[in-house]
Structures are given as C-alpha cells and as structure tokens.
T-cell receptor
C-alpha cells in the first residue's frame, strides 16, 4: 500500500523557475526520502531528512518536514530542463526494517 | 563506483512460463531489496535481505515468487507460472545498514527489469 501522497500529480514550469512538490504520509516515520526517476530508469536518491529535522538543503534542493502535519515539501530552485523527471517521496519507519514506502509520484516537466 | 546492476533489462514471456531476474548490488552493501513498480505508481516493497538472510516478505509476494541471495552478494527473483498481472518493472536496491539503524541509509537502485507477459 502507498504511504505517501504527492501533490500535485503533475507540474509544468519554465526553466529557471522554482518547483515545489508536496508529500503527505499517514504513519509515524523514522525518516523521509525524496527520489527522482527518469523515464525507463531506476530511482536516484536525492535527499534524506530525519524525523527530528525540520529542514535540509542539498545544492538546489531544499526539503522541509512537518511531523505534526505528516507532510514534507521538496523545493527545486532555478530549475533546468534536465530536472524533468518523476519525483517520489518515500518513508521509512526505521528500526531493523528499512523498507521504503513510496507515494505515486509527481511528474515534473521543465520547459526550456 | 559500480552501481546496482540488473539483468535482463527487458523480459517478454508467455503467460505460464517461469522467469528469473538477477541483481548485483553495490559490493560493500549488506542489504538488498526488491520492489515492483507498475505504470503510474511508485515502487512497492516485495522483500529484503540482510546478507544472505531474507528478513521480510510483503504480502504481494505470492508463493509463485521466490527470492534468494545465496552468498550474500547477488540475488535472484524467480516468478513461476507467470500471470498477466505480473507485468511490471522489478527494481532492485541495495544499502549499507549500520547496526540496527538501516532506515537511515539511502537505497541505491538499479535500472530495473521490465517484465511483459503476453
């Protein structure tokens, strides 16, 4: 079953604009991760935020986590055409079992 | 850095046939996961190994599915008597679990095996 729900389902922006993607989840988590998937390829890990963290940055990526609202957002600044991909949030409940539960994903299109 | 490798990339087979996929994880990674992804959905967890031990199986993994990781290195996923509903992308991922805090480590994915059942 899918734990996370991303919003919006699809996003189309112009190169140079910022892209904001949201994710909500249902159960308590140990950490939340964002992945990118290009068409026909595997997933690439982007960033991990732990449940005791509120914000994290990595290059052009900024992720926030609000555990009281069970939600996270991913911001990609100064988007590029190469950012065109599907983006997934995934939650880990932690402990010995580190399986990830993914949402349905967001399709991001960046127009050159 | 050699990433996670999956073979074959594509598999087309007739309903009722058996298929086997292989995954070679990143060499120093002790955890290996299998996921299934259908069109328009996120990956769904199937099973995972810590070294050679299979520690959890999803209810999605019917008795037609079997996974092994005999020497704690590569893994195989076999589907017997394939059905139309088995058509999907099968993804393998690996990670380095540190003690009991495996959940803190990102997973590294292969490019998957796309299975099509005729």
């Amino acid at each position: 079953s899918q734990q996370g729900e991303e919003d919006p389902q699809a996003l189309s922006i112009q190169e140079g604009e910022n892209a904001t993607m949201n994710c909500s989840y249902k159960t308590s988590i140990n950490n939340l991760q964002w992945y990118r998937q290009n068409s026909g390829r595997g997933l690439v890990h982007l960033i991990l935020i732990r449940s005791n963290e509120r914000e994290k940055h990595s290059g052009r990526l900024r992720v926030t986590l609000d555990t009281s609202k069970k939600s996270s957002s991913l911001l990609i600044t100064a988007s590029r055409a190469a950012d065109t991909a599907s983006y997934f949030c995934a939650t880990a409940t932690g402990g010995a079992n580190s399986k990830l539960t993914f949402g349905k994903g967001i399709t991001l299109s960046v127009r050159p | 850095d050699t990433g996670v490798s999956q073979d074959p990339r594509h598999k087309i087979t007739k309903r009722g046939q058996n298929v086997t996929f292989r995954c070679d994880p990143i060499s120093e990674h002790n955890r290996l996961y299998w996921y299934r992804q259908t069109l328009g959905q996120g990956p769904e967890f199937l099973t995972y190994f810590q070294n050679e031990a299979q520690l959890e199986k999803s209810r999605l993994l019917s008795d037609r599915f079997s996974a092994e990781r005999p020497k704690g290195s590569f893994s195989t996923l076999e589907i017997q008597r394939t059905e139309q509903g088995d058509s999907a992308m099968y993804l393998c991922a690996s990670s380095l679990a540190l003690g009991n805090h495996g959940g803190y480590q990102p997973q590294h994915f292969g490019d998957g095996t796309r299975l099509s059942i005729l």
